[in-house]
């Protein structure tokens, strides 16, 4: 099926065709007619599946057809999480309008670096602004910007931006906002704070949910190493010494992990980085153009780089810590295995996590067998206990403190009921 027939100009589809977009994804075939038609529009799809493009094409459409006067006036807002997002998704923006008859004028904005450029850069306005929330807002009182001319909201990674400290921001910015807008929310999980924010943004949404086929499903073979948590940077460079991957993504819980793993694998030889949110931006742009050419053979992340990054042909994601949610496991592993690749992901199992595992396999409905590597078996027991509650550490869920003092005082004899 070619673009044009969802739609879009013969000038579109061979600027799509330049790019490497031969033929429309699942998610493209559905969300980019309704695009055009004009629909707010809720897409889940499985990450990698091409969503970028699903609304990065018809939005430049309608900058083409709207773009009647002279004076720039901004069209299009998309809102994403993360600073690599918004790097990523303003170059899929222009490399898409490469060879078009005149080129939008994009700007990508976000926080951790000087405001002054991006204010010089929305000089004499904007076609379409990418951006994280924070640095909107900033951008806003500056009055480098209005966002009374927006005609289509993109709220990509549209799960992330409801979590914890972005809720209160994007809802800022919703009421600076038109009323009358195409929204469009996009994320590969539905949780249900999305569920509640759809009802409240979208006007009569067009519901698209790819699911998972044979077909669509990436190639990623998943992997569950029982080890004692002190071993696991030994066992990480005995992975790396024997399997010699070319590439590998490490997932850990902190900024203090990331750093601690990063220096022990530098001081074994191995070429590594850390990148985390304490990086400034010039370190996290230089970590990953260095680990996408091949010059870090290791990348030891937090969740940042989880969302969205596309890294062509990455053979190895290591989840050294466990994510903290089922969702944040399905974003992490599926950094491998993309674009018809096939990958592998590899998760830590330790004694105090071993219960949370479980519970990504049942909200994941699959089963990932055990492994112990030789010289590396562990002495802490990895126990094999039922879930208590269900909950198994997922944020938000655990027990607090005080929930759990009041469980041991209850479980003192002379206090049961």
Known sequence: MPFTSLGLQAALADSAAAQGYSTPTAIQRAAIPLILQGSDILATAQTGSGKTAAYCLPLLQQWLCDHTTA??????????????????????????????????????????????????????GADMVVATPGR??????QNALRLTTVSTLVLDEADRLLEQGFAAEVSQLLALLPPYRQNLLLSATFPPKLRSLAETLLRQ?????IP?????????????????????????????????????????????????????????GVRAAALHSDCSQSQRGQALADFKTAHLQVLVATDVAARGIDIAHLPMVV?????????????????TGRA???????SFVCAYSAAHFRLI????????????????????????????????????KRMSKKDKLRA????????QP
């Open 340 to 346: 018809g690749a096939s990958g592998v992901a590899i």
């Open 319 to 335: 989840n050294y810590d466990l994510p903290r949610s089922p969702a944040d496991y399905t974003h992490r592993i599926g950094r």
């Open 361 to 396: 396999e049942k909200r994941q409905q699959q089963q990932v067998p055990r492994e112990r590597v030789a010289g590396f078996e562990p002495q802490d027991p990895v126990a094999n206990t039922p879930l208590q509650d269900g909950n198994g550490g997922i944020k938000g």
């Open 71 to 124: 004076r720039r006036q901004l069209r299009g807002l998309i809102l994403l999480p993360t600073r690599e997002l918004a790097i990523q998704v303003g170059n899929t923006l222009r490399e898409l309008a490469e060879s078009l008859p005149r080129q939008p004028k994009v700007v990508v904005a976000y926080g951790g670096v000087s405001i002054n450029p991006q204010m010089m850069a929305l000089r004499g």
């Open 408 to 415: 041991a005082q209850a479980a003192q004899p002379g206090n």
């Open 136 to 141: 909107l807002l900033d951008l806003l009182q």
């Open 205 to 209: 949404p067009q519901r698209i949910d």
């Open 212 to 268: 998972h086929s044979p077909d669509s499903t990436p190639a990623i073979r998943q992997r569950a190493i029982e080890v004692d948590t002190a071993r696991r940077t030994m066992l990480l460079r005995h992975l790396l010494q024997n399997e010699n991957p070319e590439r590998v993504l490490v997932f850990v819980a902190s900024r203090h992990t990331a750093d601690h793993v990063c220096n022990k694998l530098q001081q074994a």
